[in-house]
Nanobody, 126 residues
Framework: QVQLVESGGGLVQPGGSLRLSCVVS????????IGWFRQAPGKEREGVSC????????SYDDSVEGRFTISADKDKNTVYLQMNSLNPEDTAVYYC???????????????????WGQGTQVTVSS
């Protein structure tokens, strides 16, 4: 049974940092790309970052490039999203998801990700 469970969200002041975790089960991380997405109130869900642990490929949306870092610990079946220099525009529910296509490359296209976690709220406010 494929499952993804996010954690690590919370309230942080502008300029602060958070690390999100996505614990996966039911499949081997090496065979599916894992993406982080976010959805702010009234907005569409958007891709933030993606990783393929098999070859270490990563990708980032322009809005987070240089501030966010995606990584994975295969022994712990966990994908992380380290978020630094947070600003109020980063406020959203953050989701991790597994790409539908086995061995598929990273993408920010929401429609090609099949399994989703329940999300974790990130609020950046003073």
């Amino acid at each position: 049974q494929v499952q993804l469970v996010e954690s690590g969200g919370g309230l942080v002041q502008p300029g602060g940092s958070l690390r999100l975790s996505c614990v996966v089960s039911g499949f081997d991380l090496d065979f599916w790309a894992i993406g982080w997405f976010r959805q702010a109130p009234g907005k569409e869900r958007e891709g933030v970052s993606c990783i393929r642990t098999r070859n270490g490929d990563t990708s980032y949306d322009d809005s987070v490039e240089g501030r966010f870092t995606i990584s994975a610990d295969k022994d712990k079946n966990t994908v992380y999203l380290q978020m630094n220099s947070l600003n109020p525009e980063d406020t959203a529910v953050y989701y991790c998801a597994r790409r539908r296509l086995r061995l598929g490359i990273c993408s920010s296209d929401v429609s090609i990700f099949e399994y989703w976690g329940q999300g974790t709220q990130v609020t950046v406010s003073s």
